[in-house]
């Protein structure tokens, strides 16, 4: 009985249910939170608030408090009290007031509340269990009696004359808590699978929103590096047709010019030729032989450098096929600049980033410091380093770590701290001690140097000066392994294509660097 007065002063007054979340209001009343918050929300109408239990009133919506004790006593009453809708099983002897049930006896097949049970015979032929509404189950359905024992070959729970003349007689068997404990170590031993499987999943899970996630995070970078790119190659476009334009105009205007030299003489030339056919004409129609014989004797009257294959040689080169104009240097200029446009739009479509490169302290020559990180190359005095094979014996030069055998790969070094230097990619066979062991100056090796403000691209010792100065401090090398190419790009703003380099390569490729004296090049991606 005590428990069941318990339970009702845990009842909230609006939904007649266990406390969910008690708080209180200012009047000391308490109650769901969801069920105080309908009703406050349901009173917003009319302007006034009130307790429901004690209809005291607030001017403005209370502010509700959590009853921190009261949730605890709920939260410790709940698990030693069986719920019940559940069950639906009470104590078979409180008629007055129903009391829920705490055990049952399944020898004298009544349900028993607390009180009850104190007073029940403790003796062993009644047998105590779990409240149930159907006692029926626990006995065996052929001899009425209680199930006891575990067949073991039929995995049948029997009771003791099922044993001893049924059909399990002479079969193997177990007392039901020796079967039930051993049941339930085969439940935890498949409880302990399920769960390593479900880690595994959840794990699985958390990996799949992870990728997810950088793929959202990457498909928006994606799509700002892809629009940068349309606007890199819009704006290209559109100096290109300005250069184009430029291009057509001068030389529009030059062989304008020329044209118009060219009429100026040929005008000059037909005044000439009209002067001497007046002339001619003049002689034929004299009647005295002697005059016509002396004054015909000069042999201007019948040269003919006048008009002759110079003339037209000279038109010739000013006019195309059909009358046109040619206008050398257009085709060109729209070669080259679409050239360019196309290896930028086909390279710097940078999906992937930039490859981590590390310098190879071991190859390192001696008047070479390597930083903590290995990305930093700085000019240092002699530093007495062992000589190895895979060292640069005379020259202050580096390679990477890590080789590139396939794939696409780019890289992005600042070579601000240093007037002099070279970056580029080699074999890993290229000579480290002879004279052609400097980058580009050998068969093996690809290479972009500065050298008294000068630029250029150089391999196999064969130089290409660049026609401009680099801009900006961060070079970029990009490497398309499977094409055979290796471009350099000046990262200003838009980025400019240098060179590339195209080949086959039959090695591995390592990036590799030189600094000029104290300098120093960093590796920035």
Same mark, same amino acid.
């Given at each position: 009985?005590?428990?069941?007065?318990?339970?009702?002063?845990?009842?909230?007054?609006?939904?007649?249910?266990?406390?969910?979340?008690?708080?209180?209001?200012?009047?000391?009343?308490?109650?769901?939170?969801?069920?105080?918050?309908?009703?406050?929300?349901?009173?917003?109408?009319?302007?006034?608030?009130?307790?429901?239990?004690?209809?005291?009133?607030?001017?403005?919506?209370?502010?509700?408090?959590?009853?921190?004790?009261?949730?605890?006593?709920?939260?410790?009453?709940?698990?030693?009290?069986?719920?019940?809708?559940?069950?639906?099983?009470?104590?078979?002897?409180?008629?007055?007031?129903?009391?829920?049930?705490?055990?049952?006896?399944?020898?004298?097949?009544?349900?028993?509340?607390?009180?009850?049970?104190?007073?029940?015979?403790?003796?062993?032929?009644?047998?105590?269990?779990?409240?149930?509404?159907?006692?029926?189950?626990?006995?065996?359905?052929?001899?009425?009696?209680?199930?006891?024992?575990?067949?073991?070959?039929?995995?049948?729970?029997?009771?003791?004359?099922?044993?001893?003349?049924?059909?399990?007689?002479?079969?193997?068997?177990?007392?039901?808590?020796?079967?039930?404990?051993?049941?339930?170590?085969?439940? =935890?031993?498949?409880?302990?699978?399920?769960?390593?499987?479900?880690? +595994? *999943?959840? @794990?699985?899970?958390?990996? /799949? %929103?992870?990728?997810?996630?950088?793929?959202?995070?990457?498909?928006?970078?994606?799509?700002?590096?892809?629009?940068?790119?349309?606007?890199?190659?819009?704006?290209?476009?559109?100096?290109?047709?300005?250069?184009?334009?430029?291009?057509?105009?001068?030389?529009?205007?030059?062989?304008?010019?020329?044209?118009?030299?060219?009429?100026?003489?040929?005008?000059?030339?037909?005044?000439?030729?009209?002067?001497?056919?007046?002339?001619?004409?003049?002689?034929?129609?004299?009647?005295?032989?002697?005059?016509?014989?002396?004054?015909?004797?000069?042999?201007?009257?019948?040269?003919?450098?006048?008009?002759?294959?110079?003339?037209?040689? =000279?038109?010739?080169?000013?006019?195309?096929?059909?009358?046109?104009? +040619? *206008?050398? @240097?257009?085709?060109?200029? /729209? %070669?080259?600049?679409?050239?360019?446009?196309?290896?930028?739009?086909?390279?710097?479509?940078?999906?992937?980033?930039?490859?981590?490169?590390?310098?190879?302290?071991?190859?390192?020559?001696?008047?070479?410091?390597?930083?903590?990180?290995?990305?930093?190359?700085?000019?240092?005095?002699?530093?007495?380093?062992?000589?190895?094979?895979?060292?640069?014996?005379?020259?202050?030069?580096?390679?990477?770590?890590?080789?590139?055998?396939?794939?696409?790969?780019?890289?992005?070094?600042?070579?601000?701290?240093?007037?002099?230097?070279?970056?580029?990619?080699?074999?890993?066979?290229?000579?480290?001690?002879?004279?052609?062991?400097?980058?580009?100056?050998?068969?093996?090796?690809?290479?972009?140097?500065?050298?008294?403000?000068?630029?250029?691209?150089?391999?196999?010792?064969?130089?290409?000066?660049?026609?401009?100065?680099?801009?900006?401090?961060?070079?970029?090398?990009?490497?398309?392994?499977?094409?055979?190419?290796?471009?350099?790009?000046?990262?200003?703003?838009?980025?400019?294509?240098?060179?590339?380099?195209?080949?086959?390569?039959?090695?591995?490729?390592?990036?590799?660097?030189?600094?000029?004296?104290?300098?120093?090049?960093?590796?920035?991606?």
């Amino acid at each position: 009985m005590a428990s069941a007065k318990i339970r009702r002063e845990l009842e909230c007054s609006i939904c007649m249910d266990m406390y969910t979340d008690p708080v209180n209001l200012a009047c000391g009343h308490n109650f769901c939170r969801d069920c105080i918050d309908r009703v406050l929300d349901s009173q917003m109408r009319s302007g006034v608030h009130s307790c429901p239990e004690c209809r005291t009133q607030y001017p403005t919506r209370p502010t509700l408090q959590r009853n921190i004790t009261l949730c605890n006593i709920v939260d410790n009453f709940l698990p030693t009290q069986p719920d019940q809708e559940e069950t639906g099983v009470f104590c078979t002897y409180c008629v007055d007031y129903p009391e829920l049930a705490v055990k049952a006896c399944l020898h004298c097949e009544v349900s028993l509340c607390d009180k009850h049970l104190t007073v029940h015979k403790t003796s062993v032929e009644h047998v105590l269990t779990s409240p149930t509404a159907s006692l029926e189950e626990r006995k065996c359905s052929i001899h009425k009696e209680l199930l006891r024992y575990f067949c073991t070959e039929d995995s049948a729970c029997i009771c003791l004359s099922c044993c001893l003349i049924g059909e399990h007689r002479g079969h193997h068997m177990e007392p039901l808590f020796k079967a039930s404990e051993r049941k339930k170590k085969q439940l =935890r031993n498949a409880l302990q699978k399920l769960m390593i499987k479900k880690e +595994e *999943m959840e @794990g699985r899970v958390q990996n /799949l %929103h992870e990728s997810r996630r950088k793929l959202v995070e990457n498909e928006a970078g994606n799509t700002e590096r892809v629009s940068a790119l349309f606007r890199d190659l819009k704006r290209h476009l559109e100096d290109l047709e300005k250069r184009v334009l430029n291009v057509m105009s001068r030389v529009a205007q030059q062989l304008s010019l020329l044209a118009l030299d060219l009429i100026q003489q040929l005008e000059t030339k037909k005044d000439e030729l009209s002067r001497k056919m007046s002339h001619i004409e003049e002689l034929c129609n004299m009647t005295d032989p002697l005059t016509v014989l002396q004054k015909s004797d000069s042999g201007d009257l019948f040269g003919t450098k006048y008009g002759d294959n110079e003339d037209k040689d =000279r038109c010739d080169q000013l006019f195309h096929d059909g009358g046109d104009l +040619e *206008m050398p @240097g257009i085709p060109y200029t /729209l %070669h080259t600049g679409l050239s360019d446009i196309t290896i930028g739009g086909n390279e710097m479509i940078c999906i992937q980033e930039p490859d981590d490169i590390l310098l190879d302290v071991n190859t390192a020559g001696n008047n070479l410091h390597i930083s903590d990180d290995k990305k930093t190359a700085s000019w240092s005095s002699n530093q007495n380093l062992p000589e190895t094979p895979e060292r640069f014996q005379y020259d202050p030069q580096v390679l990477s770590s890590h080789s590139f055998s396939s794939g696409r790969h780019y890289w992005e070094v600042d070579v601000g701290g240093s007037q002099s230097w070279s970056i580029g990619m080699c074999y890993p066979s290229m000579d480290r001690r002879g004279e052609q062991s400097w980058i580009g100056y050998n068969k093996k090796s690809w290479g972009l140097e500065s050298r008294r403000n000068q630029c250029s691209v150089i391999h196999d010792s064969t130089r290409i000066p660049l026609p401009t100065n680099i801009y900006s401090d961060r070079i970029r090398i990009y490497l398309d392994y499977e094409a055979g190419q290796i471009s350099f790009y000046d990262l200003c703003d838009p980025i400019r294509h240098l060179h590339t380099f195209t080949t086959t390569f039959d090695e591995p490729l390592h990036a590799v660097l030189g600094v000029g004296l104290d300098g120093c090049i960093k590796i920035t991606g």
